[in-house]
């Protein structure tokens, strides 16, 4: 289980919305957070900003691959790759999975309101849930977010009986995730690419659906909980914690990653590279221009994932935060998209435990 983010600054919809009232406390007080805690943001330049787009979309990508992607020497991508973790802005390589394949039926996200005396006992239930993926905290006692992976669909009920008779619940909205857009690519890193609407260089292939019934087995885990831990292990490595053959080994991760079980993907540290907070978009849509609403969101710098949901709101949106106007900006685009009917979001803090970003597992791409 992942705890991601414990501060939260407000929660509005579009219409209560005044930017311009709190427009410099949000900004004085981003700097404040990262100067109190030591947290610098380093200037990188616009090809190392490419070498980290292109690990972020595949995080065991070869030297020689990204010299070619981006037109530079192989020497040139090993300098500037060992300057970044130097630095500490890449900090690691994790995965993102497939739950589906890994039996699980499907991931719901709930939005609890309990009595405020109750948060820090919540917390601390959540952390002993192994169905609990990830939950936010944000600092405003009585109010939880919660991501739990499910075994089934009924799965979810049960879980909501266990908050509702061990903790006062004075509210709880759920909603399922039934597909996943994961566009860690997206991230602009630097300051001239975020107001850049385009269609991302990176985006990978549409993933492959697997059919039905086609889990996997142990040694698929043990290869996939190898590479949570490290996504940029030595395949001799890898199959030493497998135990297994470094050619076996390698066959099973090739085969994994065709099947669209796993992706490797490098891990960043979001202050160094500027980001200081994670905002989350609540919509609804038309669902008629589905498509094209996917399309014009998939364009906007910044929007790391978009989820199809089920529930309380049509899809939650994902994007990291540099700058107030950057949020600004990225509501403006979302607002001018034909078919969003309705938007609400919340801004939480990256806290300064989360020095690496994306966490292990995270879902992988489905759509």
């Not at 497998?242 to 202050?271: F, W």
Request: with cysteine.
């Amino acid at each position: 289980m992942t705890k991601l983010c414990k501060d939260v600054y407000f929660r509005t919809t579009l219409t209560s919305f005044k930017p311009r009232e709190i427009y410099d406390e949000f900004n004085t007080n981003l700097i404040r957070f990262n100067q109190e805690r030591g947290k610098i943001t380093l200037q990188i330049s616009s090809l190392q900003a490419k070498i980290l787009k292109e690990l972020l979309a595949d995080g065991r990508k070869s030297e020689e691959e990204i010299a070619k992607t981006i037109g530079i020497t192989k020497q040139a991508v090993k300098s500037n790759y060992t300057k970044l973790l130097k630095l500490g802005i890449i900090k690691g390589a994790t995965t993102h999975i497939n739950y589906r394949l890994f039996g699980f039926k499907a991931v719901a996200y709930l939005i609890i309101t309990i009595n405020p005396k109750q948060t820090n006992q919540l917390s601390a239930y959540l952390q002993k849930m192994p169905e609990v993926y990830a939950f936010f905290t944000k600092g405003i006692p009585g109010t939880v977010d919660v991501i739990t992976i499910l075994k089934t669909v009924e799965h979810l009920n049960e879980v909501k009986d266990q908050f509702k008779n061990n903790f006062e619940i004075s509210e709880m909205k759920t909603a399922i995730w039934t597909d996943v857009k994961e566009m860690n690519y997206n991230l602009a890193i630097i300051t001239e690419n975020r107001r850049n609407i385009t269609v991302p260089s990176n985006n990978p292939k549409k993933p492959v659906q697997p059919k039905n019934g086609n889990t996997l087995d142990i040694l698929d885990r043990k290869i996939a909980d190898a590479l949570a831990e490290n996504g940029r292990i030595s395949m001799v490595e890898l199959s030493k914690a497998a135990n297994v053959s470094t050619s076996i080994a390698k066959r099973r991760y090739e085969k994994l990653k065709e099947r669209g079980a796993l992706k490797v993907t490098i891990q960043v540290d979001p202050h160094k590279i500027g980001y200081q907070a994670l905002c989350i978009f609540f919509i609804t849509i038309s669902f008629e221009k589905l498509p094209s609403i996917i399309q014009e969101i998939s364009k906007i710098p910044d929007i790391i994932s978009i989820m199809k949901t089920t529930g309380n709101f049509d899809l939650q949106i994902y994007a990291m935060i540099a700058d107030l106007d950057q949020m600004l900006f990225i509501k403006e685009e979302l607002s001018k998209i034909d078919g969003i009917i309705s938007m609400n979001f919340e801004i939480n803090r990256i806290s300064e435990k989360m020095d690496k970003w994306p966490s292990p597992r995270q879902y992988i791409s489905t759509f």
